[in-house]
């Protein structure tokens, strides 16, 4: 600060230009403080230099804060400057930056002293609320927008919008949306769709984007890739490739973000050939193309592909992030390859100087307690550095139950009732150790308390997509109007699938009832009706392709094995983990699952 000072002092403005740059000019410019902004003032009238030399807008952002604020004004009043035009540079640096929080406040101070805000002043807040998903003042200031009269403002009413629907306010989006006068294909459309997309609401995200294309209008590449996003998230394989044959025409064959969303689209909706012939396709990829399709190797049970492509990735030189190793964990832990997990996650935080996170642990316990080394997962459990999760726990208590170990799967269970006391997964898994178990008064036991705590089963379901209708299907469902050629089309399916030798596994069928009545409950599990109308509806030789959201049981496992061998079927099933493709008797996972 000295050194500056004294600098000012040796070489007064109206020097003549030396060749070097004059010190004095530098600071004038690029003072940092109110401090030495308060010095090159004090220079300027020494110097008789007018005001007017100064760059106001760094006025505004060295002074936005603090008792410093007034100091700016009353240079503004001086200059006659037009105000709110050097807050808004300053207010828009800080919403783009790295201080959306401090656009906000600011706009708080210019209201306080009276500085009219105006478009600009409002569309920077608005995004500033947007990158912090700050609804409550977003609210403020679309109450401020209404009250200036800028309702009619296009842009403005867009960011708005996009406020809403980004921070999951889904309902007051489409209420201000629909008031809109004129809609602006490129933003709104976009905004509504994104903002379904990404809260989950993938039916309300796809219908509205067939409501864009009934009004006659062209989706751009920010909708199109919100609409795969909802697509891969329902599994809607008919509209996603659809939207891929027009992103093709529409020239965005080689756009990045459009292909990225289409391997995730193709891995979750089961076509895990197509996803590897876009990325195959690609000229260019980010992380994100190698992470995706990593992942999708990975949930499709293909781990040796997952393992071979990761060190492709590397020997392209091309850094792996958190999300890669997401992919590779899960990979391991899929197909049981212990030896290999732990050395990943060894040189994830050796070689590439990545935090596991909670997701990282959660994979490690997984593989560790699928492949049976229940001890270790507990140790490692115990000894994380972070606090365990729901899904960690989860894990440990679905390899208790695969390996039997009634005493861990209770002190899961207990952590469980703490992290995640309403779901009712753990409950069922916990009934069933001790079912298995023949200890009847402790399956007693957990069904009580889950009746006093008010935990109610979700009840599996599955879906099929048929000539673009989604048709749902509940265990034991009895209400879809197929339902009787559904259970004749069984009765002759079983009859050929017990000569290729199905046996029911009624062990699955934990409920203390008669032997035949389990049989005829297990027949009715929702994968089964729903693999059952697939061949009634689709054409011979077609893929069936199914959704299910819990995790298929062993019993099920085994019947659309063989279903696949008599139907001469390929059977997709998405389920809560992962993907099972049977095919010629035989499924993906290969039975580890
Ligand atoms: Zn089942
Ligand atoms: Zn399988």
């Given at each position: 600060m000295i050194c500056s000072l004294s600098l000012l002092h040796v070489s007064?403005?109206?020097?003549?230009?030396?060749?070097?740059?004059n010190p004095s000019t530098h600071l004038l410019h690029n003072f940092t403080s109110p401090f030495e902004l308060k010095q090159v003032h004090a220079h300027l009238l020494k110097t008789n230099s007018?005001?007017?030399?100064?760059?106001l807008s760094r006025v505004a952002s060295v002074c936005a804060?603090?008792?410093?604020f007034s100091y700016a004004k009353l240079i503004f009043e001086l200059v006659d400057a037009s105000e709110v035009t050097h807050w808004n540079t300053c207010l828009r640096s800080f919403a783009e930056g790295d201080s959306p929080a401090d656009a906000i406040s600011l706009f708080y101070r210019l209201r306080e002293f009276d500085i009219c805000p105006d478009n600009y002043t409002c569309s920077f807040v608005l995004k500033a609320c947007s990158r912090l998903l700050d609804i409550r003042n977003g609210k403020i200031v679309h109450g401020y927008v209404e009250k200036l009269g800028l309702q009619s403002n296009m842009f403005l009413q867009n960011m708005i919008v996009h406020l809403y629907a980004s921070c999951g306010e889904i309902g007051v989006a489409r209420k201000v949306f629909d008031k809109m006068p004129q809609r602006d294909v490129i933003t709104s459309w976009t905004s509504m769709i994104g903002g379904y997309a990404q809260c989950g609401k993938s039916k309300e995200a796809i219908d509205l984007f067939l409501e864009m294309e009934d009004a006659g209008l062209l989706p751009n590449e920010v909708t199109v890739v919100a609409v795969l996003v909802a697509c891969a998230d329902m599994g809607n394989l008919v509209l996603g490739r659809r939207i891929h044959d027009f992103s093709n025409r529409s020239g965005y064959e080689k756009n990045i973000r459009v292909c990225n969303t289409l391997i995730d689209m193709y891995v979750k909706c089961g076509c895990l050939e197509d996803a590897c012939r876009i990325f195959d396709n690609m000229e260019e990829r980010t992380i994100v193309s190698w992470s995706a399709m990593i992942a999708g190797l990975a949930a499709h049970g293909q781990a040796g592909d997952a393992l071979a492509l990761f060190n492709k990735m590397i020997n392209t030189g091309v850094k792996p992030n958190a999300v890669t190793f997401i992919g590779i964990l899960h990979a391991c832990s899929h197909m049981g390859m212990v030896e290999k997990g732990r050395k990943y996650f060894a040189s994830m935080t050796r070689d590439y100087g990545i935090v596991p996170r909670i997701e990282h642990y959660g994979c490690m316990v997984d593989l560790f307690s699928r492949a049976g080394l229940l001890q270790e997962a507990h140790e490692f459990i115990m000894n994380m550095p972070i606090a365990p999760n729901g899904v960690v726990w989860g894990a440990l208590l679905g390899g208790c139950k695969v390996h039997k170990n009634i005493k861990l799967a209770e002190e899961a269970t207990r952590h469980l009732s703490k992290l995640?006391?309403?779901?009712d997964g753990y409950y069922v898994v916990l009934s069933n150790i001790y079912a298995e178990a023949g200890r009847w008064e402790d399956v007693a036991r957990v069904r009580k308390l889950m009746r006093d705590r008010g935990v109610k089963k979700t009840p599996g379901w599955s879906s099929i997509m048929v000539e673009g209708v989604v048709h749902n299907f509940v265990a034991?469902?009895?209400?879809?109007?197929?339902t009787e050629e559904i259970s004749q089309t069984w009765e002759k399916l079983l009859q050929r699938m017990k000569l290729k030798g199905y046996v029911p596994n009624?062990?699955?069928?934990?409920?203390?009832?008669e032997e035949d009545q389990k049989e005829k409950f297990l027949y009715q599990h929702s994968e089964k009706l729903a693999v059952v109308f697939g061949l009634i509806k689709t054409t011979p030789g077609t893929v069936i392709r199914i959704m299910k959201n819990l995790r298929v049981c062993e019993d099920c496992h085994a019947a659309l094995k063989i279903i696949s061998v008599v139907s001469t079927r390929e059977i997709v099933v998405r389920d809560r983990n992962r993907f099972h493709c049977f095919k010629n008797g035989y499924c993906s996972c290969g039975d580890y699952w």
């Open positions: 007064p403005l109206h020097h003549r230009p030396s060749p070097t740059p007018p005001l007017s030399s100064l760059p804060f603090n008792s410093s995640d006391p309403l779901n034991g469902d009895d209400t879809h109007p197929q009624t062990s699955v069928v934990l409920l203390d009832m």
